[in-house]
């Protein structure tokens, strides 16, 4: 409560919230109340803060203010426009050495106008592709298809017939790529502030006064204050928060120390709004594309028998929940029937999943048609040869299906990897995403998504690096 209501002066509301639950009816107590909260909340976030082990997370938060009686200053508009931010120690044995590197960073910067080039790391597109690189496997699968071959499977024994449960302690978690511990991280909340982070100089006035928080600056400017010096601060938000974060540094390249231009900041890309933009990428691609053509079998025609009542809703404005729900459900369905498919040419004469169940396959068959079902679908070369062929020879409803079992399974591994900490199989999954979100005009996602992987595996010291990759994880 401190951390949001001045101590002298508690609203009316809170005393009469704290009135009704019974924790208190006397002004004078939720006053003292509210002022030892108030300095316990501000001592903490000096603690942390001074610290330098920690990353700021805003975002904006609007609420709707509706007036009983409307005023004459502005009748109409309602909605107040706030920032409000966290602090989260830095875990995982991160040291203050490893963000000693500001001024090393700062020669490399673009916008330093004493930069040389020879300074700026020149990394070729295709070295992206290589940061992760995987060992062959017996199975003749790559790691994206060993994926696709668990989920197979585990779709199956979750969502299949009830004879398939009794595989659940067989099947084990996926390879992991490169995991992040895990460790409880705490929170310190900082004090909300009035100001719309809808601009670089909004952007600017909130860190100023989310670092008078914490005790956080130039001692030239604000005596008593700690100075990073060579250190750098980790800053989080959305794509649109980092934009603004990246102009306000390049605005700022002439300052003559270095807490002026900002040098300290790195910005950390938060992946739940990655993973937002990547269900947003299949929307635009499967159901608002214009160029799309109706069938019997587009994403739609399936929707529209989950979900009768929201058609209007998906083809409009869905919202990531709906999207992501769409996915995951018309998902399994898909791959329950590529199951049914395959028994069936497998088995001959059975023909449904719950005669399959009947026949009590063995864990070993089970994982035998998992692999091949998961080589059924072509490479993105071969698919590519699919579709040059002649126009008669081509099967255009099965190839726009295979292109959404793709991308659905590419959402499911990027989210597995997102719940379960291992960076490295969501980094692994950025590529293809940038390609996406590349043909169907996410361009500034794709844009952000490169230059991470720049940052991050060319740029960062191998100190920062870690401090990067553990961080952007363990937000969401």
Not at 297 to 307: G, K, T
């Amino acid at each position: 409560m401190g951390v949001f209501l001045h101590a002298c002066n508690v609203p009316e509301t809170v005393l009469e919230l704290l009135a009704h639950i019974g924790l208190s009816i006397s002004t004078t107590s939720v006053t003292n109340a509210a002022m030892n909260l108030s300095k316990e909340s501000s001592r903490e976030i000096q603690n942390v803060g001074r610290s330098l082990l920690a990353i700021y997370a805003y975002d904006n938060l609007d609420v709707d203010l509706k007036h009983l009686v409307a005023t004459a200053e502005d009748p109409l508009n309602t909605l107040v426009h706030l920032t409000t931010g966290l602090l989260m120690p830095l875990q995982h044995g991160i040291t203050l050495n490893d963000l000693d590197c500001s001024d090393y960073l700062w020669k490399r910067y673009h916008n330093n106008l004493n930069v040389q080039p020879h300074d700026i790391p020149n990394i070729s597109f295709h070295s992206l592709h290589d940061i992760h690189p995987e060992a062959p496997s017996a199975t003749g699968l790559n790691r994206r298809k060993r994926f696709n071959a668990w989920k197979y499977l585990f779709d199956l024994i979750e969502f299949g017939p009830s004879y398939f449960r009794k595989f659940k302690s067989d099947l084990k978690d996926p390879e992991v790529v490169d995991p992040i511990p895990l460790i409880k991280t705490s929170q310190t909340p900082l004090r909300a502030l009035d100001i719309s982070p809808n601009s670089a100089g909004n952007n600017a006035n909130a860190l100023d006064l989310f670092f008078q928080q914490t005790g956080v600056g130039d001692p030239g400017v604000t005596p008593g204050v700690r100075n990073p010096q060579n250190h750098v601060i980790l800053l989080s938000g959305d794509l649109l928060t980092i934009e603004h974060l990246r102009t306000l540094r390049a605005t700022r390249a002439e300052e003559s120390s270095s807490w002026g231009r900002i040098q300290y900041m790195i910005p950390v890309m938060g992946l739940f709004h990655l993973k937002m933009a990547c269900a947003d990428g299949i929307w635009r691609i499967f159901i608002n594309n214009k160029a799309k053509q109706r069938d019997s079998n587009d994403l739609m025609a399936h929707i529209s028998q989950i979900r009768p009542k929201e058609t209007r809703k998906m083809e409009t404005k869905p919202g990531f929940r709906r999207m992501h729900e769409v996915i995951q459900h018309i998902g399994i369905v898909s791959r329950l029937e590529v199951w049914r498919i395959a028994v069936k040419e497998r088995f001959g004469g059975v023909t449904t999943l719950e005669d399959f169940a009947k026949m009590e396959p063995a864990w070993e068959v089970l994982q035998k048609m998992a692999i091949q079902i998961a080589k059924r679908n072509p490479t993105p070369s071969g698919f590519s040869r699919m579709r040059t062929q002649d126009s008669k020879e081509r099967d255009k409803q099965l190839e726009n299906m295979i292109l959404r079992e793709e991308y659905f399974l590419l959402y499911e591994e990027i989210s597995h990897g997102l719940n379960h900490g291992d960076i490295g199989r969501v980094e692994s999954c950025f590529m293809p995403w940038i390609y996406i979100f590349a043909g169907c005009g996410k361009h500034k996602y794709a844009a952000e998504m490169r230059r991470y992987l720049e940052d991050v595996h060319f740029l960062y010291p191998e100190g920062l690096r870690c401090v990067s990759t553990s961080r952007s994880v363990s937000l969401n």
